[in-house]
C-alpha cells in the first residue's frame, strides 16, 4: 500500500547525493523547469546538456508530500527511483517488537531506489517535501546511454556504504555526546559541499526522530544539545536551526571510538 500526494506535471530532474563530482553544465533556459530546479547543479543531472536533459525531464514526473506523508512503505516493490528537490525525509525500519529505527534523513539533492526487489525500509515526510520520480526501467534504460550517469551512481554507491559502516560505529561504540557531534558534524559538512551558508544548518527532524537514530533516547538527546550550547560550541536559534561556533570541540568528540 503507497499514500502519496502526487503532482502529475510531466516534469521530472534526476537527482543524486550532496557531493558533487566532475564538471556540471549549466545550460538550460532560466524559465525551464530544469532551471528552475534548486538543486539540479548538485545532482548527476547536472551532467547532461541541454537537449539530453530535455528528453529526461519527459521520462518522470513530480509529486508532493505532506508532513508524515510516506513515499512508500518497507516491503513494496521498488519499481521506482526518486529524487528529492525539497524537503526532508526520514528513512526507518520497524522492528520485530514494534520499535522504529531510523536509519537516516534525505536533503534535497539526494537520490532514493537505486537497489531492486523490495524497499528494505520505509521513507516518510518529516516536513513539506516534493520529489520527482521515474519508473525504473526506463531510468535504468537512459543511464545506460549515458555512462557520465553510471559513474555518478557508482559514486554515490560507494558514498552510502561508508556512510553505512560510519552508522554501525555510531551506534556501536560512540557516547551519547560524540553521536550527536558526529550527526551535527555531518549537516554542516553536507551544508558546505552545496556552497551553502553551512555554519547555519536547520534541523526539522524532532528530538525524537534524532533519537531514533542515535539509538538514544529523546531527554539524552536533548541533555546533549544543552551541554553543547552551554559550552559555547553551538547556538540554538528560531525555526529549528542551529549555528556552529566551535568546530574543533565538536571535532574531537566526533573522532572518539572512530578507529
Wanted: charged letters at 25%; one cysteine or more.
Amino acid at each position: 500500500m503507497r499514500s502519496r500526494s502526487e503532482e502529475e506535471d510531466g516534469t521530472a530532474i534526476a537527482n543524486r547525493t550532496a557531493y558533487p563530482r566532475g564538471k556540471r553544465v549549466s545550460l538550460i533556459p532560466a524559465d525551464h523547469a530544469c532551471g528552475l530546479c534548486p538543486v539540479r547543479l548538485q545532482t548527476f543531472c547536472g551532467l547532461l546538456e541541454a537537449e539530453d536533459l530535455a528528453r529526461f525531464k519527459y521520462q518522470g514526473s513530480t509529486g508532493r508530500l505532506k508532513p508524515g506523508e510516506p513515499l512508500f512503505h518497507e516491503g513494496d516493490a521498488a519499481d521506482l527511483v526518486y529524487n528529492l528537490t525539497a524537503g526532508t525525509l526520514k528513512l526507518y525500519k520497524l522492528l520485530p517488537d514494534g520499535r522504529r529505527q531510523i536509519i537516516g534523513f534525505l536533503l534535497p539533492g539526494d537520490f532514493l531506489g537505486t537497489a531492486p526487489g523490495d524497499h528494505a525500509f520505509s521513507a516518510e515526510a518529516v516536513e513539506p517535501a516534493e520529489y520527482c520520480r521515474f519508473a525504473r526501467a526506463r531510468f535504468d534504460a537512459f543511464v545506460d546511454t549515458h555512462p557520465e550517469i553510471g559513474r555518478e551512481l557508482y559514486l554515490m554507491a560507494v558514498h552510502e556504504l561508508a556512510a553505512a559502516r560510519e552508522q554501525m560505529v555510531l551506534l556501536g561504540r560512540k557516547t551519547a555526546a560524540e553521536r550527536l557531534a558526529t550527526f551535527l558534524l555531518g549537516l554542516f559538512d553536507r551544508a558546505r559541499a552545496r556552497n551553502a551558508d553551512w555554519e547555519i544548518v536547520r534541523l526539522p527532524m524532532s528530538r525524537t526522530d534524532i533519537a531514533d537514530y542515535l539509538g538514544l533516547t529523546k531527554e539524552t538527546v536533548s541533555r546533549s544539545f544543552t551541554a553543547f550550547r552551554t559550552a559555547g560550541m553551538i547556538r540554538l536559534l528560531p525555526a529549528d536551526r542551529v549555528e556552529l561556533l566551535q568546530r574543533g570541540p565538536l571535532e574531537e568528540l566526533a573522532s572518539a571510538n572512530a578507529g
